[in-house]
């Protein structure tokens, strides 16, 4: 016998939290992920970002290694 299914909550699939997160927010938190696990330090920039349906988003992701002459 199958378990009971879990319903699909379809408004809270409607309500996109993504729109709250700012670009900004998003593009720091990949850049530290990146950096932690590179060793380098990472710079992050997303272009062209469209919400979708269902809670999702698509955009392009651009990840460069941060030159500083300095160092």
């Known amino acids: 016998m199958r378990e009971q ?4 909550d379809v408004d809270k699939l409607l309500q996109n ?3 709250g997160v700012s670009v900004n ?3 720091n938190a990949i850049a530290k992920v ?3 696990l590179v060793g380098e330090d990472y710079k992050c ?3 062209e970002v469209k919400y979708t349906l269902f809670s999702g988003a698509d955009f392009h992701v ?3 290694l ?3 002459p300095n160092e």
């Open 5 to 8: 299914e879990k319903p699909i």
């Open 17 to 19: 939290k993504l729109k």
């Open 25 to 27: 927010t998003l593009e």
């Open 34 to 36: 990146i950096s932690d």
């Open 45 to 47: 920039t997303i272009s």
């Open 62 to 64: 651009k990840v460069e």
């Open 66 to 68: 941060t030159y500083n």
